[in-house]
């Protein structure tokens, strides 16, 4: 491989490392859906079904992160029902991205 390949290659990897650790985990609702929308034939198109099931499943794991912090014993069971629907909304992002 050619010294201007491997400077290219370099140089990519340390964009790409600057740019990924500019995210934290916290961040998933912003980096889940572009990583989704990679997956398409045009990723910057957001009137597609892969963009709203991307959207819609961070909303529903934000609801499901946040059932934790309003807990009730009276309605114990909630954080159980919204995982499950988070996994249902996960299967559709799968379904509707064509990963």
């Excluded at 934290?24 to 892969?50: H, K, L, R, V």
């Excluded at 009276?74 to 909304?89: A, G, M, R, S, T």
């Amino acid at each position: 491989m050619s010294f201007s390949k491997k400077l290219i290659i370099a140089g990519a990897t340390a964009v790409v490392s600057t740019n990924a650790s500019q995210c934290s985990i916290s961040d998933y609702e912003i980096w889940f859906t572009n990583f989704m929308q990679g997956f398409q034939a045009d990723p910057t198109n957001t009137n597609n079904d892969c963009f709203v099931a991307s959207n819609t499943f961070t909303a529903k794991t934000h609801e499901f992160i946040e059932s934790f912090s309003k807990f009730d014993v009276k309605d114990w069971l909630n954080p159980v029902y919204l995982f499950q629907e988070d996994l249902v909304d996960f299967t559709a992002v799968f379904s509707n991205c064509q990963t």
